[in-house]
């Protein structure tokens, strides 16, 4: 059947089973919008506030569910507006498609009104991205950019699409999704020798990244924890591949790791990194990391091994083909438990708990109001966070138990991320309590996507940290550069509350500690958007705390507060 381009994006879309497309209108897909609107009863669009926003909804859509986000916005600076978000996608690997719209083919490359190079300015922050110039070339090009999104080491793709494309006619067949290359080339030597490896240590680590949940690879990591009795940690990406209430689990690693994480990767003989890229923020300084040990690599991008840390086996596959074939190689020959190394990690974590102080008995502290939210959630509310100490706290005080649960900006550090993900997440998982932790900094840069929220009703609990400075940066100023807190206190006459309500927002107030559970309990109650402006002190820290370039072995574990 002869269909437009527009109307070929849309059947394209369903195609690779899109319910749901998150985007901006503008002149340039007005044509895409009106097939939209064509086919609402099929595929739901939410408008929100600013393209940006959009991006993140996407992205936080497809951390949350698994399957591709999908978002759509006009042609300059609505393309331009989606960079950082297309960035916050590829530095996190999340399966992502954005379509784009331009002027027309004719006037491609005279500076007409609202044309950019779009796909030069994301070619660095892109697995791949297309410019379609002839309609006969649109559903190929769609399907392709959905294949090169899953296939691999995930991530986004943008398709350009020319106005007159989207005008223009052509005829349409219906095609199934195109299948995903093989992404194992392991053998079983590869297996084979990983075993023996496992098996001559004592001191086994395991070490898991975002790779795990992206390959749907929790259940072949926990039997993989069992066969070979190790401690685990996890990434701020890796956040729920493995359960977090697991008594081999000991938090996080790295520059907000856990002293016990941190000692361990210092003794141990053995370190598994499974699906991980080993960001500097994990590795800390070089020579003091795992220096006793050796080092297995699992991962499906064959350009991370030997790119920060030297590795003495690598395996180059799928996290879960990899682990069920090493899995099978444990049970065929066993392997050994090790009850004296996990003897001392337990006793690591008595001596070394997390935990934050107060000026007084009410104070309001960032690790009881999470620990009460995940008590009250039964550990199985979504959480997805801006960036800052209310990011790290997060990761540090709610247990994480099962895959997609957090989602979060890990390798760009995106302020501004969070509300838009949440969006995506709810809309995703209507089920699920979905929550945005997030600080006073973050929450002024995406705050107009309340509006987005109110006007759909999504149930989003926006919990904001409210201490009025730049935290993560303000405490690197405490430490580093002398207590000069250049522009990072913020002094800002926001109203919270009343901006809430100004959206449409329900909104509640933390003052004192006994406020925690009652607000809490009154905003999980509620089914519809709430903000708690939950007001705490401004010198509370993320600790521990290992600085740029110091052994992972001595963090920092307390920040006198004399001024």
Known sequence: MKLTGAQILIECLLEQGVDTVFGYPGGAVLNIYDALYEYSGKIRHILTAHEQGACHAADGYARTSGKTGVVIATSGPGATNLVTGIATAYMDSVPLVAITGNV??????????????????????????????????????????????????????????????????????????????????????????????????????????????????????????????????????????????????????????????????????????????????????????????????????????????????????????????????????????????????????????????GTDEESVLPQDVLETLDRLTNSDAILTTEVGQHQMWAAQFYHFRHPRQFASSGGLGTMGYGLGAAIGAQVANPDKRVINVAGDGSFHMNCNELVTVSKYNIPVIELLFNNNVLGMVRQWQRLFYGKRFSQTTLDRPTDYEMLAQAFGVKALRIDKKSDIEPVLKEALATDAPVLINCVIDKDINVLPMVPAGAAIDEPIMEIEIDD
């Not at 779009?118 to 309609?135: Q, S």
């Open 104 to 357: 027309a083919v004719n006037l491609l490359g005279l500076d007409s009104f609202q044309e950019v190079d779009i796909t030069g300015i994301t070619m660095p922050v892109t697995k791949h991205n297309f410019m379609v110039e002839r309609v006969e070339d649109l559903a190929s090009t769609i399907r392709r950019a959905f294949q090169i999104a899953n296939e691999g080491r995930k991530g986004p793709v943008l398709v350009d699409i020319p106005k007159d494309i989207t005008a223009n006619a052509c005829e349409y067949h219906a095609a199934a999704p195109l299948p995903l290359k093989d992404a194992n080339h392991y053998t079983q030597s590869d297996i084979d020798r990983a075993a023996e490896m496992i098996r001559a240590s004592e001191r086994p680590f395991v070490y898991t990244g975002g790779g795990v949940i992206l390959s749907g690879a929790a259940q072949q990591v926990k039997d993989f924890v069992s066969l070979t009795d190790a401690c685990v940690s996890s990434s701020l990406m890796g956040q729920g591949g493995f359960d977090s209430l697991d008594e081999h689990y000991m938090g996080l690693l790295g520059m907000h790791g856990t002293k016990t994480a941190s000692l361990a990767i210092t003794d141990c003989d053995l370190f598994i990194g499974i699906g991980t890229r080993f960001s500097d923020r994990v590795i800390c300084n070089i020579a003091s990391f795992a220096p006793n040990a050796k080092i297995i690599h699992i991962d499906i991008d064959g350009a991370e091994f030997n790119k920060n840390i030297k590795v003495d086996h690598r395996i180059l596959g799928d996290v879960k083909a990899v682990l069920t074939d090493l899995n099978a190689a444990l049970r065929e020959k066993g392997a050994d438990p090790h009850p004296e190394w996990m003897d001392l990690i337990r006793s690591w974590k008595e001596i070394y708990p997390l935990e934050q102080k």
